[in-house]
């Protein structure tokens, strides 16, 4: 129907019938439920957990490189999410042979650190797993939002939705942080309190950023209970979430890498159950 039928009450054409939550399922991976990916990435890890071996980490770590391109993410977003693993590993590793169980050649004794071939070893294994268990985690989730998350959790798991509501208010609001702190900042330079002593100042405006939080937190809680958020009985939904082909498509990728990853180490003769 025409702007023009429309306005002069004439019958048309209806436009084509969309889905009925008034959304459209995006293509490829991004379209996929996040629950599936959360449900993927658990069962990974407990694939690889279940041993301490490099085999089965470094080839569990070596598939999903080779997939990673699937999911289209840039190196620098890449890089800059995944930053906190991959300075976590070098830290575990570094721990683990330092600390970990001593066997075979010894390498040196300080008497509170001890490296040999078996904790260098275990490091290595231990290093290879956290990345392989961190870079699909943090690649799946890089693009999801939050609400599509909550749906999933809510509709698909049956978690209760007070919880649900609240936690994907709260991811909502930390995007706040950066934008108050820069506030905060610039309000106090403005003062002329911001020029010296920046640990001292920086401790005050995270107290002063934490207070503001909480003060947004409580408008928050109280303004969700007035709209009936907190009240008991069955909720409906905005969107309705399905688990389909592409959700187990995901879950068997991840499960196939962590099955493979198994029956490699097996077949080596290097898994330690």
Do not use: N
């Not at 599936?36 to 089965?56: E, F, I, R, T, Y």
């Amino acid at each position: 129907m025409t702007a023009d039928q429309a306005a002069a009450g004439l019958p048309g054409r209806a436009a084509p019938p969309g889905p009925p939550d008034g959304t459209t399922r995006a293509r490829g991976v991004r379209g996929v439920q996040p629950v599936a990916s959360l449900l993927g990435v658990l069962a990974l890890g407990v694939c690889l957990v279940l041993s301490l071996d490099v085999v089965s980490a470094a080839v569990a770590l070596g598939l999903e490189l080779l997939l990673l391109p699937l999911l289209r993410i840039p190196l620098r977003t890449l890089l800059l999410r995944t930053s906190p693993v991959l300075v976590a590993v070098p830290l575990t590793a570094l721990s683990i042979a330092l600390y970990g169980r001593p066997s075979g050649r010894s390498w040196f004794d300080l008497g509170f650190a001890h490296v040999t071939d078996g904790s260098l070893a275990l490091a290595l294994a231990t290093a290879l797993r956290v990345l392989a268990i961190g870079l699909p985690a943090v690649a799946l989730f890089v693009r999801v939002d939050p609400t599509d998350l909550a749906d999933g959790l809510a509709q698909l798991l049956r978690l209760p939705a007070r919880f649900v509501l609240g936690a994907l208010a709260a991811i909502r609001m930390m995007t706040l942080l950066g934008d108050d702190w820069r506030q905060l900042g610039m309000a106090r330079r403005a003062r002329g309190v911001a020029d010296t002593g920046r640990l001292r100042r920086g401790a005050s405006m995270a107290f002063a950023l934490l207070v503001l939080a909480l003060r947004r937190a409580t408008t928050l809680a109280v303004a969700m209970e007035s709209r009936g958020f907190g009240a008991p009985g069955r909720r409906t939904w905005a969107r309705s979430v399905r688990f389909a082909g592409p959700e187990w498509a995901m879950v068997g990728v991840l499960v196939g890498i962590g099955v493979v990853s198994i029956a490699v180490a097996v077949g080596a003769g290097t898994w330690r159950a």
